[in-house]
């Protein structure tokens, strides 16, 4: 089946830094990209949904220049944490849309703990 | 606009007794359903996904669901509840929502087998 390849799974760093999240979409084309947080024991919150060669639309309270989205390709999509504080440490998650199964072909990635010290 | 109730935030059951997990949803149009599976520290997993063809929808690891449009339910059975279904599970259903189809979550259910 399908697979998105989320890299990388956990990360640590320091305040002020930038983290990059990458997503894959393995042997599919994914038109649409979508970024999610998760807080401990909470469900998953949409941050930004992404089209292919599109600029992002995120959600409100998001702060688009400190989440950065790209998404330049139909197979791959990236998240950056810019200028990381302690606060932004929590699970993110990306899923993507299928091109050929559209709306019902959702395919989550495994996830990636942030941690910011 | 959509969303998703999950009127349990936790079921505890004995291992090899049924599982019920409940969802509600409300939707402006005809909705993607679907229910996943997160265990600690992981991604998440699909169980199972309902497209508009038969109500009833069997998933891996002998879970189902049934879509049930008059109580805008879809809730999640399994005969016996085995300890490595131990985790927590979110339905989420999916409609067209400002021109994208967009997957909305529930607050998720944790499920707690006992021995």
């Known amino acids: 089946g399908a697979v998105v390849s989320q890299h990388p799974s956990r990360v640590i760093c320091k305040s002020g830094t930038s983290v990059k999240i990458e997503c894959r979409s393995l042997d599919f084309q994914a038109t649409t990209m979508f970024w999610y947080r998760q807080f401990p024991k909470q469900s998953l919150m949409l941050m930004a949904t992404s089209n292919e060669g599109s600029k992002a639309t995120y959600e409100q309270g998001v702060e688009k220049d400190k989440f950065l989205i790209n998404h330049a390709s139909l197979t791959l999509s990236t998240l950056t944490v810019t200028s990381a504080h302690p606060e932004d440490s929590s699970f993110y998650i990306c899923?993507?849309?299928?091109?050929?199964?559209?709306?019902?072909?959702?395919?989550f990635g495994s996830g990636t703990r942030l941690t910011v010290v | 606009a959509q969303s998703v109730t999950q009127l349990d935030s936790h079921v505890s059951v004995s291992e090899g007794t049924p599982v019920l997990l409940r969802c509600n949803y409300s939707?402006?149009?005809?909705?993607?359903l679907f229910w996943y599976v997160q265990h600690p520290n992981k991604g998440l997993q699909l169980l199972l996904k309902?497209?508009?063809?038969?109500?009833l929808v069997k998933g891996i690891n002998g879970f189902e669901a049934e879509f049930k449009k008059s109580e805008t339910s879809f809730h999640l059975t399994k005969p016996s509840a085995h300890m490595s279904d131990a985790a927590e599970y979110f339905c989420v259903v999916a409609t067209v929502s400002g021109g994208s189809y967009i997957p909305t979550f529930g607050r998720g259910t944790s499920l707690i087998v006992h021995p």
């Open positions: 899923s993507a849309r299928d091109r050929d199964l559209g709306d019902y072909g959702y395919t």
């Open positions: 309902y497209t508009s063809a038969a109500t």
């Open positions: 939707s402006s149009y005809s909705p993607s």
